[in-house]
């Protein structure tokens, strides 16, 4: 019943994720042909100077599919959109919740599996979020005449959740210092805004798959710990609490 | 339902519903061998402790009002009015002690005692109001 | 035959809890018997609301020792209490059938036969969103998940707060009508002495973080009382030195004195002063309340 209840808690920003990701990830096959023409004209233009040198990095990319498909949805729409509701996730629950926290704590659960049980199930909805979307590339991509690999489509995937999740459980972890709803999130999407600059992006967007076929392991592992580190403290956090 | 208590009146509720039970069997509206609510469902309509509800029930036992008849209930005794009788004459007495003496103490005499409560006794009701 | 002696559903001692260097208990010893109904009363920020928490497992002890059926606070406990809350806290976004059985899952020993006669009693919207109920509505579905589960100890934090009379009573009956048919210990605290009055047999008084006055509703009536001594003359300036005296007034002739360890003695100290007349009267709780809690912090 614990699930059902932050099912209820959590569907609308899960819903609305959901809708936004499919229509980018659909997006992304539709206005490849739209770019295609437009890379066409550009091939005359003069770019200098270190964004001319990513504008000249990003048009080289679109030239195929696949660099589009990285460059676009991996590297920028999708690392966006699953941060973004990362944070939605991780910040609905139980101590925002104004009323119904007395009720809650009241039950003949531990506040470790209360916590357990939020966690699991944002994380779970957290999955679908950035996971499945993407397969509508390799889906409708025939139909513009191109293809994608299947198999990248799930590396990315998990890359992009595995990194995105480090948010979940910062907000999560936020969301046990502060009750109110607007501080945990002001301040994750803070860290996130400047999170590029620790390497970040590279780890979401799989980059290193990417150019040279390589699993981003050591961005993985870091990811990996960094949550469990934040989960710890968490729990911990909610199990010291009084109410 | 017969009884009412006054959970602010500062008497204590049980002997609150003891007077309530002995008045109903003083005004007739319980009889010899009439059968008391049970002890659950009066404090449940009472909105009282049960507790205090038992503990009512078997004072009135222990003074003979009413009996408890082991899992059956509470039941009216057969002399149940005539003590309660023997109740009131023993509560008035007192009463009655203290105003002779009172009388006797601004120096009327006996006789005159005697004269005053038959003339009262005898006088019309004023305003009607029951004893 | 040989009576077992009472368990004891609720045991604190030495209590203690700080919020940011304030002192919410300081030191409260409570000890509450099975099959009870004990009221608890205090002024507001006495401590009640602090003290239930703590009984739940909603909030920490700074010291002391909190027990609930003879052992630790935690999940285990929680699986034979029922709890409402002051504000009656329940999930605004669920209908009332949901309620029941979200809660109904974590529960056993969950009573069909007890939600099945409650929604009935109660008249109780099984299809609307708990925050388009009333407060009495919602105070009773409240009261329906916490007799339905099972448990053997009900705790309440004013249950009828914010009520009318009509709906408070009905809520009260609730609880006589359900303590009266199962084995149950009851522990509320109120602000309604009359309440009180009425439906517990045990009452403990909290004042400033202390347990003050407690013990059963009779014993409080034998021990409390009041005795109004009248002397011929200006009554004289005397400090008794009988234990339990709780209030001295002296008014002209007459000396009032408020007392928690009965009369006798203060009745026979007062005669060997020379009294021409010594009344001892019943008290009311409110009485004891209001003579037993302090004045302004």
């Known amino acids: ?243 | 339902m017969l009884f009412r208590i006054n959970p602010s009146s500062g008497v204590p509720i049980y002997l609150q519903l003891m007077e309530q039970v002995k008045h109903a069997i003083e005004t007739g509206a319980l009889q010899t061998g009439d059968q008391l609510p049970g002890i659950r469902p009066l404090s449940e309509e009472m909105v009282m402790n049960p507790n205090t509800v038992a503990k009512a029930y078997r004072e009135l036992a222990h003074e003979g009002v009413i009996e408890l008849r082991h899992g059956a209930g509470a039941f009216v005794a057969a002399n149940a009015r005539a003590d309660r009788v023997a109740d009131k004459l023993r509560a008035a007495q007192p009463l009655v002690a203290g105003t002779v003496d009172k009388l006797r103490a601004r120096g009327l005499s006996e006789e005159e005692i005697r004269r005053l409560f038959e003339a009262e006794l005898a006088a019309p009701r004023k305003g009607g109001r029951r004893a | 035959m040989h009576e077992p002696m009472a368990e004891l559903i609720v045991e604190t001692s030495e209590l203690r809890k700080s919020y940011d260097g304030v002192e919410a208990l300081r030191g409260l010893d409570l000890q509450l018997p099975a099959g009870s109904i004990c009221g608890f009363l205090g002024k507001n920020g006495a401590g009640k609301t602090t003290t239930i928490k703590i009984l739940l497992g909603l909030a920490h002890p700074t010291s002391g020792v909190a027990r609930v059926f003879g052992s630790a606070i935690d999940a285990s406990a929680r699986q034979r209490i029922g709890f409402v809350s002051e504000e009656k806290d329940l999930y605004g976004y669920m209908t009332v059938d949901d309620m029941i059985r979200f809660t109904a899952a974590f529960f056993p020993r969950w009573r069909a036969d007890l939600q099945q006669r409650y929604v009935r009693k109660f008249d109780l919207p099984l299809m609307r969103k708990v925050k388009e109920l009333s407060r009495g509505t919602r105070t009773k579905l409240a009261l329906l998940l916490a007799f339905c589960r099972g448990a053997e100890l009900l705790i309440f934090d004013e249950p009828t707060s914010g009520l009318d009379p009509a709906m408070a009573n009905d809520v009260l009956q609730a609880i006589i009508g359900h303590v009266a048919n199962e084995a149950m210990t009851v522990f509320f605290s109120s602000h309604q002495i009359a309440e009180v009055d009425q439906i517990a047999d045990r009452v403990v008084i909290i004042d400033r973080g202390r347990s003050i006055v407690a013990g059963t509703l009779d014993d409080l009536r034998e021990k409390f009382c009041r005795i109004e001594i009248v002397f011929g003359g200006e009554a004289p300036a005397v400090t008794f030195r009988a234990p339990g005296v709780l209030r001295t007034k002296r008014m002209g002739r007459v000396i009032s004195v408020f007392s928690n360890a009965g009369a006798d003695d203060i009745a026979a100290e007062a005669s060997a002063l020379g009294a021409v007349s010594v009344d001892v009267m019943p008290v009311t709780l409110k009485e004891i309340f209001l003579e037993s809690v302090s004045e302004e912090e």
């Open chain 1, 1 to 243: 019943m614990l699930w059902y209840k932050s099912w209820l808690e959590t569907r609308w920003r899960f819903i609305i994720g959901m809708a936004l990701v499919l229509c980018s990830a659909a997006g992304t096959v539709i206005t490849y042909p739209h770019i295609q023409q437009l890379i066409a004209l550009t091939p005359t233009m003069d770019f200098s100077g270190p964004l001319g040198k990513e504008i000249r990095e990003g048009i080289e990319l679109a030239r195929t599919f696949r660099g589009f498909v990285w460059s676009n949805w991996y590297h920028q729409n999708l690392p966006h959109l699953a941060t973004l509701f990362a944070i939605l996730l991780g910040t609905a629950g139980l101590l925002s919740e104004s009323r119904g926290a007395l009720f809650t704590l009241s039950l003949p659960v531990s506040r470790n599996r209360l916590l357990g049980v939020r966690a699991a199930a944002g994380l779970g909805e957290l999955f679908v979020l950035t996971f499945v979307p993407s397969f509508l590339i390799p889906l409708f991509a025939p139909a513009i005449g191109e293809s994608y690999s299947i198999t990248s489509v799930i590396v990315h995937g998990l890359c992009a959740f595995i990194a995105a999740s480090v948010f979940f459980a910062f907000a999560l972890w936020l969301s046990t210092i502060w009750s109110d709803l607007w501080r945990p999130l002001l301040v994750a999407l803070g860290v996130a805004l400047v999170s590029p600059l620790a390497g970040f992006s590279k780890v979401i967007s799989g980059e290193t798959w990417f150019r040279s076929g390589q699993l981003p392991w050591g961005g993985l592992l870091a990811s990996a710990a960094i949550s469990a580190v934040l989960y710890s403290l968490a729990a911990r956090n909610l199990t010291r609490r009084d109410f």
